[in-house]
């Protein structure tokens, strides 16, 4: 029987198994290491979706899976690569050509993506654990904010569209500005 519960996945087990047996599957694969995501190169970069779980792929691998990542942008782009590529280094600011532009891409993004420098709540004190517990979870809701948003934005650029999912924010401003004019020339 043990046996056959190690070699049985974590799907099979859920769907399949009665309660009892499925709490000596989970005894028998305690000390299992947790699978991360897919690698770079299995997602399909076609999709808004593919190009954020690429990247988040990317990310949670780090820079050990930067020539897969590489190789696999390199591999899904049309012609003009090249150029192409020279267009998603300049508009992430990292500049270069070719490949070379594409592994400045992904490193800037894995920088940005973790690099969340917002005002932390752990050197200031609180009058109660409670009003603590609010600003770290403030925080941690802002840095996984930050994250999506940077996730989002390489995507876009990788899909050659940088902004596009950008979040604007504008206020529109009705009457006269101080000391000015009306468009008529009246006051």
């Not at 005894?27 to 190009?51: A, I, Y």
């Not at 779980?53 to 690569?81: C, Q, T």
Request: charge should be negative.
């Amino acid at each position: 029987m043990i046996k056959y519960l190690e070699d049985m996945e974590w799907e099979e087990a859920v769907r399949t198994l009665p309660f009892e047996t499925f709490e000596l599957w989970v005894e028998v694969h305690k000390n299992d290491p947790e699978p991360g995501p897919p690698n770079p190169s299995e997602w399909p970069l076609g999709t808004n979706e593919g190009r954020c779980g690429f990247l988040e792929s990317y990310i949670w691998f780090g820079e050990e899976k930067l020539f897969e990542a590489v190789n696999h942008i390199w591999n899904s782009m049309r012609e003009p690569r090249k150029l192409l590529s020279i267009y998603i280094g300049m508009y992430a600011g990292t500049g270069g050509s070719g490949k070379w532009a594409l592994a400045k891409f992904l490193r800037r993004a894995l920088r940005e993506t973790l690099d969340y420098e917002g005002p932390t709540p752990w050197e200031r004190t609180y009058s109660t654990i409670d009003d603590f517990h609010c600003a770290a979870m403030d925080y941690f809701a802002a840095d996984r904010a930050h994250y999506e948003r940077s996730i989002q934005k390489y995507a876009d650029i990788l899909n050659g569209e940088p902004g596009r999912h950008a979040e604007h924010s504008a206020q529109v401003v009705k009457g006269t500005l101080a000391g000015g004019t009306r468009e008529g020339g009246d006051q």
